[in-house]
């Protein structure tokens, strides 16, 4: 049974940073490519970032681009996700993703296996 457990969110001030983390288990991580996606209150589900499954590239929402860099460790079948600069607006439970390919995809529906998310606020 493919699990992914995501830790490292809380509260953060305006500007602060976080990493989040997220632990695969139950397939062959390093086949897979992985994504962070995040859903605020009342609004629907947003793509954040994606990595292949080798590491040697990566996709970003335009909100994020510059700000959040996404990394993984095959090793450790962890992904990460650095947050900079946050800002109130990125308030969001953050979800990691593990896709059913290799590449690093925009399109939540290439996705097959979801964790249960981490709430990341940002107080202004």
Same mark, same amino acid.
């Given at each position: 049974?493919?699990?992914?457990? &995501? ?13 989040? @983390?997220?632990?695969? !288990?139950?397939? $062959?991580?390093?086949?897979? %490519?992985? %994504? ?17 499954? @080798? %590491? ?21 079948? $962890? ?9 109130? &607006? ?7 993703? @593990?896709? @059913? ?6 399109? &939540? ?11 990341? $606020?940002?107080? !202004?």
């Amino acid at each position: 049974q493919v699990q992914l457990v &995501e830790s490292g969110g809380g509260l953060v001030q305006a500007g602060g940073s976080l990493r989040l @983390s997220c632990v695969a !288990s139950g397939r $062959t991580f390093r086949k897979h %490519g992985m %994504g962070w996606f995040r859903q605020a209150l009342g609004k629907e589900r947003e793509f954040v970032a994606a990595i292949w499954w @080798s %590491g040697g590239s990566a996709n970003y929402g335009d909100s994020v681009k510059g700000r959040f860099t996404i990394s993984r460790d095959n090793a450790k079948n $962890t992904v990460y996700l650095q947050m900079n600069s946050l800002q109130p &607006e990125d308030t969001a439970v953050y979800y990691c993703a @593990s896709s @059913s390919g290799g590449f690093a995809l925009r399109n &939540e529906n290439e996705y097959d296996y979801w964790g249960q998310g981490t709430q990341v $606020t940002v107080s !202004s």
